[in-house]
């Protein structure tokens, strides 16, 4: 019968030792997956800031103004305006038909 207890005695110290390693582990998987939810909500601010500068970025009147300061780009009228014509096809490629 004392054997019996003393197996007793060690399966339950193991149990118990497994128990706490367990919940151990959960808090360390919980605490960890709030720090990436966490990190999730931070990074879908950023998308939404990010997204809201890049559309006030791309208005037309903004690209219009960094042509004109940065590139030094002006507003193209008819005094010029230069138009190219298309050059004329060579006579020699005309089709021999039989």
Do not use: H, W
């Not at 207890?5 to 367990?22: E, G, I, K, P, T």
């Not at 780009?73 to 039989?98: H, L």
């Amino acid at each position: 019968m004392s054997r019996l207890n003393v197996l007793l005695l060690v399966v339950l110290m193991a149990s118990c030792l497994y128990l706490v390693r367990v919940s151990y582990e959960s808090r360390r998987l919980f605490t960890e997956v709030d720090r990436a939810q966490g990190r999730q909500r931070q990074l879908e601010t950023e998308f939404g800031r990010l997204q809201t500068e890049r559309q006030a970025q791309a208005t037309p009147s903004r690209v219009e103004a960094t042509a004109r300061e940065k590139l030094g780009m002006r507003t193209a009228t008819p005094a010029i305006t230069q138009y190219v014509a298309a050059p004329a096809k060579p006579a020699s490629a005309a089709v021999v038909s039989r």
